[in-house]
């Protein structure tokens, strides 16, 4: 019996994204002149920046005021210090803060470089911010797109983040609506129904890093659908992948 | 222009693999059994597992003397003493120790749970250990996988790793041979040519993620072919995804 391949098919055509754009209006018109077949359990990965975009997540640098804290690092390690000043306020916790870098832990719980402020493809003198919670943003596009490819999708928003101890990024998911995020393949119980070993995956990471394989090289492609992915019945949020600060040995 | 979609194709019918199995062999009988065409730039994705089992990185754990550290440890956490002196042996440096969990650097140089000791889909009384040398097995796959399709093809040996901080597991590349495993999108320079800012996606960790989508939820598909993803002309290995000590902020 062969199995059915996924497929990570690339959304082409979407214009540069500004604050107050209608995403999903944008996403469903470039499905239609793209003629892109979208399905029943298909999943929408989009990157975080155009939904940060469209939210208005954008700021301007020359509105920045910056702490004396800020200024005195970004001084010794030659960075902006409004820059800087963002960072901070955007953390809720510093985790690490030397040799020029700064991670840190969102006020939603993501651990990542500079909590998440990017100036990259953002206009001159500009900085971009996560979205406020991209799992709402996530269940927005979600229903949104649900209704008008009139079938049942999930949505990933998805980032870039580094990780300990492995060089590179990848992509992760930062909000998720309507599938599973974490998948628990082999759960192994003694007698008394306890858990002996279980292997959760973390699917919707997986998920994002797909697509991004298909997003990574040009600019313009900042929406993925992947398609032939079965997602476990139980719905979850980014959230879900967020470690407890009690299950996590690396606070 | 449509952009062409990325494939995940899992590879049915392999048997279960044991040591001295000539693995790429076993994989050329099942894509000529499946009738799954290979094209030149295909990727081969296979588990850690199967390439241990295949090269007899099985220890069987009767023959395991547990050490004084390893019997405290193991009364302590209700583990397996035997178990604990694999991890133990396995490991240059431990990371974590304690609530139960072990998280170790390998001589490898992989920050990985219990240095890639595993006993999930091992025989009974037996643990597998991780590839010798992980990026020896890819490329030797390579080679013979590239000589019996008439195509060159990569091939990336993943394992399943725990992060901080997430939730979940994702599949890795610990084995590399015939890809790019870093790519680098966006470096800008100054007038003096110094890199300002520069994204180094783990482009291999993605695909080892993104097949792991077809690999997971059945234990017989541990191999997977990732079909139109172009890598970068620059090959690599596995040990370029391990960022050196003086580079790591998590030490």
């Known amino acids: 019996m062969p199995l059915r391949p996924i497929q990570i098919v690339p959304v082409p055509g979407l214009p540069e994204i500004a604050t107050g754009d209608d995403l999903a209006a944008l996403i469903a018109g470039a499905l239609e002149e793209g003629e892109l077949c979208v399905a029943g359990g298909d999943i929408f990965v989009v990157t975080q920046k155009i939904v940060s975009k469209a939210e208005g997540r954008i700021v301007q640098l020359g509105s920045v005021l910056p702490s004396e804290r800020a200024k005195r690092w970004a001084l010794k390690y030659e960075k902006d210090p409004r820059l800087i000043e963002l960072v901070l306020r955007e953390a809720r916790r510093i985790v690490r803060m030397e040799r020029g870098l700064i991670i840190a832990e969102t ?145």
Chains 1, 2 share one sequence.
Not at 145 to 159: P, R, Y
């Open 107 to 251: 006020r939603h719980g993501f651990v990542c470089a500079n909590a998440g402020v990017d100036t990259s493809n953002a206009p001159a003198e500009t900085a971009i911010l996560l979205p406020e919670d991209p799992d709402r943003s996530a269940e927005a596009l979600r229903q949104r797109l649900t209704a008008s490819c009139a079938v049942e999708i999930g949505v990933i928003i998805s980032d870039t983040f580094g990780r300990p101890w492995r060089e590179g990024l990848v992509n992760v998911a930062i909000g998720v609506a309507g599938i599973a995020p974490l998948a628990d393949y082999r759960a192994t119980r003694d007698t008394s129904g306890r858990i002996l070993q279980s292997t959760v995956l973390a699917v919707a990471d997986e998920l994002a890093s797909a697509a991004e394989l298909a997003m990574g090289k040009s600019e313009n492609v900042p929406v993925v659908i992947v398609k032939g992915y079965s997602s476990g019945a139980v719905r979850g949020t980014g959230r879900d992948l967020i470690r407890p600060a009690e299950r996590d040995l690396f606070r």
